[in-house]
């Protein structure tokens, strides 16, 4: 049983003629026929009657025509729902990004989206570096967000902005404004990121570089965010990492204070499964940033 034929028989029961269901459907009369009787045969059922010059719908095609003109319903929705798919009127669109990304960059990106397409269900979940790049490549998440780059040539990457990252502690800090030696920081408390984040990823390359060992901190804190990490650090347990978008409003209330220690800059990067089809949605999402593109290693 064929879309066509169903079309077919639902001409010809509302019409009940061949002639002009074959005009309406721009078929030949025989095509129209064959149809008829391919469908007949093929489920051993009298559909029409011939009566002379007419036809008319057996017991066997009364009832089945409901469910024909249902069937031939449900196909035009699916086409439907595909052409609202292409258009951006309908859809899904799971995000999943990192806390930094997430809390602080991330927002005003979504509420644009959703004011041009209000259609699309968006979902927003937030996961550190390891997990974002887990959920992309199982393909629990359509598309995500990270703070550094990852070395997987499975995942493609996009930077779409800038961050700049600071060592912090709190007002009053003893040291502050002086150099910073690999001894001050050795001996130093830490406020830091669970492992696996970008920031403690970072930092821990960082102190590396300057000739401190980063397993050797003394970690008084191990915090799943980035504002539990300041908050930890404004109430004095220690010294932290912090990107600038979380850092700025301590600064500027004097309650933080940055240490003076180069830290790299990042960026921030949209992330996807080079294997994966990437839908309108995502390609529509990721058209509205500002992105440079950036290979992986």
Do not use: Y
Not at 9 to 15: D, G, N, Q
Not at 143 to 150: A, I, P, R, T
Not at 154 to 176: E, F, I, K, P, Y
Request: one cysteine or more.
């Amino acid at each position: 049983m064929t879309l066509e034929q169903l079309r077919v028989f639902v001409a010809v029961a509302e019409r009940e003629h061949v002639t002009e269901a074959a005009k309406a459907l721009n078929l030949t009369q025989s095509a129209t026929s064959a149809a008829i009787a391919a469908l007949e045969e093929r489920h051993d059922v009298r559909l029409f009657d011939r009566v002379g010059r007419r036809i008319e719908l057996t017991e066997a095609g009364r009832l089945f025509l409901p469910e024909a003109r249902a069937v031939l319903g449900r196909a035009e929705d699916a086409g439907n729902m595909l052409s609202e798919l292409a258009g951006l009127k309908r859809g899904r669109l799971r995000i999943v990004a990192s806390q930094t990304v997430a809390n602080h960059w991330l927002p005003p990106m979504l509420a644009r989206f959703k004011a041009r397409h209000p259609g699309i269900d968006l979902r927003l979940s937030i996961a550190n570096t390891a997990r974002t790049a887990d959920a992309v490549l199982d393909g629990t998440a359509d598309l995500g967000f990270v703070e550094d780059e990852l070395g997987d040539a499975r995942l493609a990457m996009q930077r779409v902005a800038d961050d700049r990252l600071m060592l912090a502690a709190a007002s009053g800090h003893v040291g502050c404004g002086s150099p910073v030696a690999p001894a001050d920081l050795a001996s130093a408390r830490w406020v830091l990121r669970e492992r696996g984040s970008g920031t403690r990823a970072i930092l821990e390359g960082a102190l590396e570089a300057f000739g401190v060992d980063p397993t050797a901190l003394s970690v008084e804190l191990e915090l799943p965010s980035n504002e539990a990490v300041r908050a930890a650090i404004e109430a004095g347990a220690g010294i932290g990492i912090l990107p600038a978008v979380v850092a700025d409003a301590g600064l500027r209330t004097g309650t933080l204070v940055a240490l003076p220690f180069d830290l790299p800059s990042r960026g921030f990067h949209a992330v996807l499964a080079r294997d994966r089809h990437r839908s309108r949605a995502v390609a529509a999402f990721l058209a509205e940033l500002p992105a440079v593109e950036v290979p992986t290693a």
